[in-house]
Structure formats: structure tokens, C-alpha cells
């Protein structure tokens, strides 16, 4: 297990919750687990991955990760980060949980008003009743999820998990779809069947979609817009622009602030 940590804060809590605050030098990699209490995990700074059997999310400051009870997930940390958790004792997420909350990873943009909580949160007592409070409003605050654009599914089926480690390993996207699945021993026709079967995108999307997650995670780095460009394969820095802007909403001169 790949652990590098510069500092780590935890706060004694009641049964119900607890919190941890860490800051994580980039590298850091917390291998495969599960917790029998539910998670949410965001960053103050800096990119955290979060994986799990679904898929990949890259998390900036911008999103919060959420773990259910008993979900298996690993993080490794991008960019330097400081890395805050809120951990629910599982017979209070059932206690406190809306019914709407789905019971499956997920990740949620940061709004206002969650950001403000967990600020409130972290900077109050946590045996206080208003942190007990805070708590049970941020569960609700969860409802208010969109699926994350800076999200990668990813196959089930081992076949899938080989073409996938395959066009990973292949950022600048020097394989065509025939070569993929000539390299997995497959055919076209199965490749083009098992990503929307599996990931509910099409290879041609899902490939858009890696090669966005590849450069985000290059300049979460420390890499300018040009080199995660090249990194990825794009021809052009216009042609980088208007993918990312397709994939993920919002321009690339503005992700990270």
C-alpha cells in the first residue's frame, strides 16, 4: 500500500460520526477497502481519483465523493491535496438518510450550501448538537446529486476491464477500434457491443471521455493546457477546447478555479 501522508487530523466523535482531515502528498494511494460506515469524501485542495466498481471519479474542489456502507473503493491522490471525510456509523445513515439518497457511490458537485456545512462542520465541535445537526442536513444536501461528468465508467466483464486497460495504456489513441480489439483477441463487432452494454456509452464516447479524464488528471499534475493536450492526443489546442467543453460543461481555461 502506497501511503504518503504530511499530515493527518481525526476528531473523536460520538458512535454516530466521526471526521478526518489529511493532507496527502501527490501519489499517495489508498488501495482497495471498505468501511462499515458510509463516507463522503472531497478535497479543501488538489485532485483526488476515487475508484470504484462503477468507475472512475476525478475529484477537484469543485466535487464530493459519496460511499455507501460497504462500498468498495480506493483513492489515489493526483495533485498534492488536502483531503477532508465525514464517516456515518451505519445504523444512523439509515436513521438520518432520506429515502431519495441512493444507495450506490456517487459523486455531487459542491454546492453552496453543502460547502458551507462541511466548513461549519469541520470548524465547530464535533460533540456540539449543531454538529450533529450539520451532519444530518449535509445527507440531505446529497439529494441534490447530478451524475459527474468527470466520471469514467467502467466495464464489468473481464474482457471489458482488458479493453479498457488497453485503450488507458494508450492516451494518444495510436490503436483504432479494429487494432483494440485485434490486441484483446476479440472483434470490432464485440467491442462495439460491450462498452454500451456495460458503460452505457458507445467506444467512441467512452474513448472522448478517457482521454478528457487522462488530460484533467495531467494538468491536476502541474501540466499546462498544451502538454495535457499532446499527452491525450489532440491535435490541436481548439480541438482539446472543444472536447472538454463537450465532455465536461465548462471550459478548460476555467477547471480548477
Known amino acids: 500500500m502506497g501511503r504518503q501522508y504530511l499530515h493527518m487530523k481525526r476528531q473523536s466523535t460520538s458512535l ?31 485532485t483526488i481519483q476515487v475508484t470504484t466498481d462503477m468507475g472512475r471519479w476525478l475529484v477537484p474542489p469543485q466535487l464530493a465523493v459519496w460511499a455507501p456502507t460497504n462500498a468498495a473503493h ?7 491535496a488536502e483531503s477532508w471525510s465525514v464517516f456515518y456509523d451505519a445504523q444512523a445513515y439509515r436513521s438520518w438518510a432520506p429515502r431519495s439518497l441512493p444507495d450506490r457511490p456517487f459523486a455531487v458537485r459542491m454546492t453552496p450550501i453543502l460547502r458551507e456545512l462541511l466548513r461549519g462542520l469541520f470548524g465547530t465541535s464535533p460533540e456540539s448538537e ?35 486497460n488497453l485503450a488507458m495504456a494508450d492516451p494518444m489513441c495510436s490503436l483504432n477500434l479494429s487494432q483494440l480489439a485485434e490486441a484483446a483477441a476479440t472483434s470490432p463487432r464485440t467491442v462495439s457491443r460491450i462498452f454500451p452494454d456495460e458503460t452505457g456509452l458507445t467506444f467512441k464516447l467512452w474513448r472522448q471521455r478517457a482521454r478528457i479524464f487522462t488530460a484533467i488528471e495531467r494538468l491536476a499534475a502541474g501540466a499546462d493546457i ?15 477546447a472543444y472536447s472538454f467543453r463537450e465532455v465536461t460543461g465548462t471550459s478548460v481555461y476555467k477547471f480548477g478555479k
Do not use: C
Open 16 to 46: 454516530e460520526f466521526r471526521t478526518i482531515q489529511g493532507k496527502f502528498a501527490a501519489g499517495y494511494v489508498y488501495d482497495r477497502h471498505v468501511h462499515e460506515q458510509a463516507q463522503l469524501i472531497f478535497t479543501v485542495s488538489g
Open 74 to 80: 480506493s483513492v489515489e491522490v493526483v495533485s498534492n
Open 130 to 164: 449543531k454538529a450533529n445537526l450539520m451532519v444530518r442536513l449535509i445527507l440531505h444536501e446529497l439529494t441534490e446529486y447530478t451524475d459527474s461528468p468527470i466520471f469514467l465508467p467502467l466495464p464489468a466483464s473481464d474482457l471489458g476491464r482488458r479493453l479498457v
Open 226 to 240: 498544451t502538454e495535457a493536450a499532446a499527452y491525450a492526443g489532440f491535435a490541436s489546442i481548439n480541438t482539446f
